[in-house]
């Protein structure tokens, strides 16, 4: 097939497209918008237990900064210096524990969980040094570079400013107590890193815009990769319609079978045939067992002729009945009488044929409900 290359993609990807390149691990979520939720998460989580920390942090360094003679003698020296290293540990479990959180439940939610193991897999096109260059001078790269220089920009900016306006207060930590001193300035740092924080969020902003315009921008489509995309989905047509043609056929073959089964063939008298069949001890109603039009219909009657069933002309009824029945299922109830008046007639055409004497006549302005009046085209169902 040949496509045109140079065709635009215009048109919106479809829900497969997007399915497909997930699967494939391309995604639209943020890396700015993950770090600053890693770095907000865990600000806040830190501020929490700043308590804890700061007391915590001031009884280990107390005892680590004491020294006496005994503790060179003192055989579990190591195992105190460990159990300081598991209390720090323990700090900051929580912290830990909110920023794993932080890093897998946004991507999680916002990508779905996709196992992709074809980035794993060995390509000899990314060792091609032609393509990479060619990704380093992309519109992606440019982008990305401009964040990190912006991101750069707003957390000097930042920083220098808060700081120039709190060189007082830094200034006056020396004149206070270690523990004082040490208290303030982890406040007007927290309060520097707030600021940062609030500062980054116009960046993850245009840093989520931008990745969502450019994800569907990758992922549009052109009018033909729709079409492609839809006949790869539903099927080729040509093969489509040869099995629509042989389930055709086998459903026909298998009517025809059961034409011997019928007990009457209501006819157009050529265009509409439609084959019933009623055992009232086994059936609550009778039966459509075969119908059609057409070729399909003389092939019925010239069944019946064969198998010697009874054929009667009731053109109204019969094109009710093809029209409003379905194969292998009974006659509609506003039918019921019109259909018996065939029966009764069937029956006493049996009768006939066992006794002999007067053939029966046939019915005459046999009534079918005005609802059920069908005049419709001809059309051939082969």
Request: charged letters at 20%; one cysteine or more.
């Amino acid at each position: 097939m040949n496509h045109n290359t140079n065709e635009e993609k215009t048109e919106n990807p479809t829900e497969h497209r997007i399915k497909k390149s997930r699967k494939k691990g391309k995604t639209r979520y943020s890396r700015e918008l993950n770090s600053l939720l890693v770095l907000l998460v865990g600000f806040i989580s830190i501020w929490c237990y700043r308590d804890w920390i700061f007391s915590t942090f001031s009884h280990i360094m107390a005892n680590s900064f004491y020294f006496n003679k005994n503790i060179i003698d003192d055989n579990n020296t190591l195992l105190k210096t460990l159990f300081f290293l598991k209390e720090i540990l323990f700090i900051f479990f929580p912290f830990l524990i909110s920023l794993l959180i932080i890093i897998i439940v946004p991507a999680i939610c916002l990508s779905g969980i996709k196992l992709n193991f074809q980035s794993l897999s060995f390509n000899l096109t990314k060792l091609n040094p032609f393509q990479g260059l060619k990704k380093i001078f992309s519109f992606q790269i440019i982008m990305e570079f401009f964040k990190i220089v912006l991101k750069l920009c707003v957390v000097t900016s930042i920083s220098f400013f808060y700081l120039y306006v709190s060189f007082s207060a830094i200034l006056f930590l020396i004149s206070e107590n270690p523990v004082s001193s040490i208290w303030h300035g982890c406040n007007i740092i927290a309060v520097c890193c707030m600021l940062v924080i609030l500062g980054l969020f116009p960046i993850v902003a245009f840093d989520i815009i931008f990745q969502e315009l450019n994800h569907y921008k990758k992922l549009r489509m052109t009018y033909q990769e729709i079409k492609d995309e839809l006949r790869e989905k539903e099927g080729n047509p040509s093969i489509k319609a040869r099995i629509r043609q042989e389930m055709k056929a086998t459903i026909r073959r298998r009517m025809l079978s059961d034409i011997p089964k019928a007990d009457v063939i209501i006819t157009n008298p050529i265009h509409y045939s439609v084959a019933l069949q009623y055992n009232e001890k086994k059936m609550n109603a009778p039966k459509v067992i075969a119908k059609g039009i057409g070729e399909i219909a003389l092939k019925i009657q010239d069944l019946a002729l064969k198998n010697n069933i009874s054929i009667i002309a009731a053109p109204s009824l019969a094109r009710a009945l093809y029209r409003y029945s379905e194969i292998g299922q009974y006659v509609p109830g506003p039918l019921y009488q019109a259909v018996a008046e065939v029966l009764a007639w069937v029956w006493k055409v049996r009768k006939w044929k066992k006794e002999g004497g007067i053939f029966p006549e046939k019915p005459k302005n046999i009534i079918v409900p005005s609802e059920f009046n069908f005049t419709g085209e001809i059309k051939n169902n082969d």
